[in-house]
């Protein structure tokens, strides 16, 4: 079980110790399809709730209003810092590499910053933030 997490949490296996491949990560870089605006916010709540916006990042790790619980439970779980923006505020260098794709999870690591997984693996997370926990660790 993970230090700090329950017994009776989602995450109810041991988490798996990533592989040398994603060792190379020192942060995972997620971007949601939304903008932190007031404005922006506002507008993908009710869209979201129309179906009319969408974005699977979000899904993964807020609820109506604030962060999952199961969210920032996998978040803990992860050795290296899971940073977020929103399309408005994300660095210069975040946006080139996420280069229009949006919700994207970029890793960045010695050579740069690069696309680990995109809008449809995100969107193959179903919602769960201990699938986007697996995805990375099998990174």
């Known amino acids: ?6 017994s009776g949490s989602l995450l109810q296996r041991s988490v798996q110790t990533m592989t040398s491949t994603s060792d190379a990560y020192s942060e995972f870089i997620g971007v949601y399809n939304a903008e932190s605006t007031v404005l922006g916010e506002v507008s993908y709540w009710i869209g979201a709730r129309l179906g009319l916006r969408h974005c699977s990042l979000c899904d993964i790790t807020h609820g109506l209003f604030t962060k999952r619980a199961e969210w920032q439970e996998c978040e803990s779980a992860l050795p290296i810092p899971f940073t977020t923006f929103h399309i408005n505020d994300a660095p210069t260098e975040v946006t080139q590499a996420a280069n229009g794709r949006y919700p994207v999870v970029l890793g960045r690591n010695q050579s740069g910053i690069h696309v680990v997984l995109d809008a449809d693996e995100l969107e193959m997370c179903n919602g769960s933030p201990q699938e986007l926990l697996n995805r990375l660790q099998s990174l």
């Not at 079980?1 to 329950?6: A, L």
């Open 1 to 6: 079980m993970v230090e700090g997490v329950g």
